[in-house]
């Protein structure tokens, strides 16, 4: 896999797919929003100014205020991958919010996606 290619994707991008993503599962952006603050402690003012800067992965997560010290038991498999092997820390990072993001759309209780 090519990371860097990865790393350059736009937040914003990945954002308005991942909102299509669980709004089709019923899910709502609001939902999408508590797991993506959860996961990289932003607020919702800073997560509305890197969807409208269009900042890229590698800037959303170096900016990122807190990573959330539960995000380590995030676990399983995510795109053939198993998210606690993977070796580059921003890959894994973005592999923690796409399992965040699946979970939520499979209909996981908001509790157990946030690893209460």
Do not use: H
């Amino acid at each position: 896999m090519e990371n860097k290619k990865v790393f350059q994707y736009s937040f914003a991008s990945i954002y308005r797919l991942y909102k299509e993503k669980v709004e089709k599962k019923e899910r709502t952006a609001e939902e999408l929003d508590t797991v993506i603050l959860w996961l990289t402690g932003y607020n919702k003012k800073q997560l509305k100014e890197q969807i409208e800067k269009k900042s890229d992965l590698e800037t959303f997560f170096a900016e990122a205020p807190n990573l959330n010290p539960n995000a380590s038991k995030i676990t399983g498999m995510i795109c053939g991958y198993r998210i606690e092997e993977i070796e580059d820390p921003l890959m894994q990072k973005i592999r923690y919010m796409d399992k965040l993001v699946d979970e939520l759309a499979k209909g996981r209780k908001m509790e157990k996606i946030l690893r209460e």
